[in-house]
């Protein structure tokens, strides 16, 4: 159900843009969908709005006193206390070093707690991001890209990163500081799970992830990745941070993914290795991409492509994505997400499963 709220908060926040560019207001986004050829929509998972004259979806009544358990641990929880904004529920504190305040409660009134989206362990969802293992002084200088208006989304209906934009503008560089040394010293592991399939199950974008659609059913794949919860309930309303993703590829994308990662694929890009490091988990100043959400990397890539995402560093990237395609996109992030990594607490041996070609 709270996948309804989430539902409902992104139609509300969608309305108030609309509304906004209809009156001319300040900087209101505008409603339409980018329009290059390149745009990855399955990255962005952007609701559509509801139906002209569509009554709004009436909030079902919650009890929010019961208490919930994931497995693998005996604490419980009720959803309130799940989804507290200045401090959520926090699973397995046996998975990462105790959080600073900013992480844990963040300040209010005008930022949240960042282990409320990132989770404490710094994995995050795909519509925001891990955060986990980022070299401290990337981590500060992206927070202060966001800041200073050199880092938004390319699709400006990607509403939570004008959230993030807010944060990064009230936190202080000690704040900052706290938190960047906080997610370096979490160590990234496994959290999605690839898989070429030429079908996959029905999705619905709420949130900006996707969830199994209510009805069920399997689509074509199509020329897209789709991210979802390896188990939605686990993910929403629970947000277990042990509970990963998985992210379905189309058959041969890996290995097509590959030559473009490693070779550069005969100038169309640059090898990334070369920055990113052998094994892709970084290199000194430069963040690690192996394992990562895939729809997050498309993102950056796509708004570094058009200009969204200009800051100093950004610049070294651009030459690596001015030719990329959507198709160069599904390719690159499958194999790029694909690489294996150390295993989780409480998880599974990393694995890439190839299921239903
Ligand atoms: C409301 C949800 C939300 C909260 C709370 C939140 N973030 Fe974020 N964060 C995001 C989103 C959305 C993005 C950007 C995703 C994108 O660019 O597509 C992001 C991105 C980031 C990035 C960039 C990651 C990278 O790899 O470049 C950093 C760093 C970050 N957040 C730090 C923080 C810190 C520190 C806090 C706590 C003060 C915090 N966030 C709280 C939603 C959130
Ligand atoms: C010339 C060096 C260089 C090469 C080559 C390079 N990158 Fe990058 N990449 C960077 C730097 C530096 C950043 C940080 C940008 C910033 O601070 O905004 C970055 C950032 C990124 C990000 C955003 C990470 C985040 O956490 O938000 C992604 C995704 C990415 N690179 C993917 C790739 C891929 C895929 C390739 C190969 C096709 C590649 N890069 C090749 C230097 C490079």
Not at 277 to 284: I, N, P
Request: hydrophobic share 35%; charged share 20%.
């Amino acid at each position: 159900m709270t996948k309804t709220l989430l539902c409902i908060a992104a139609i509300g926040a969608f309305t108030v843009a609309a509304v906004g560019a209809q009156r001319g207001g300040g900087d209101a986004p505008p409603a339409a969908a980018p329009s290059g050829p390149n745009y990855p929509a399955w990255a962005y998972a952007i609701t559509p709005p509801p139906p002209p004259g569509a009554p709004r979806p009436a909030a079902p009544a919650e009890d929010t006193s019961a208490v919930h358990h994931v497995p693998g641990t005996t604490r419980a929880f009720t959803i309130a206390q799940i989804a507290d904004l200045r401090g959520p529920a926090d699973w397995f504190p046996e998975d990462h070093p105790a959080m600073p305040a900013i992480v844990a409660y963040g300040r209010q009134p005008a930022v949240r707690s960042c282990s409320y989206c990132h989770y404490p362990n710094g994995k995050g969802r795909p519509s925001n991001g891990g955060v986990a293992g980022l070299p401290v002084s990337y981590f500060i200088q992206t927070l202060n890209d966001f800041k200073n208006g050199l880092r938004k989304p390319g699709d400006p209906r990607k509403v939570n990163v004008n959230q993030m934009i807010a944060f990064a503008k009230n936190m202080t560089p000690e704040e900052m500081h706290a938190a960047a040394e906080y997610f370096a010293s979490v160590q990234w592991t496994q959290w999605v799970r690839v898989v070429e399939a030429k079908t996959v199950p029905k999705t619905d974008a709420e949130g900006s992830i996707f969830f199994k659609a209510h009805e069920g059913g399997m689509e074509p794949i199509g020329m897209r990745v789709i991210e979802t919860p390896e188990d939605d309930e686990q993910t929403e309303p629970l947000r277990n941070p042990r509970s990963g993703f998985v992210a379905y590829v189309p058959p041969g994308a890996i290995k097509k993914g590959e030559a473009l990662v490693t070779t550069g694929g005969n100038g169309k890009t640059i090898a990334c290795t070369s920055c990113h490091g052998a094994d892709l988990r970084g290199s000194g100043p430069v963040p690690g991409i192996a394992g990562r959400s895939p729809s997050y990397l498309a993102r950056q890539m796509y708004d570094i492509q058009v200009g969204a995402r200009h800051g100093e560093w950004a610049e070294l990237m651009k030459p690596v994505v001015a030719k990329l395609t959507n198709e160069d996109y599904v390719n690159i992030v499958a194999y790029v997400s694909s690489r294996p990594m150390p295993p989780a607490p409480g998880g599974k041996t990393p694995q890439q499963t190839a299921s239903n070609r």
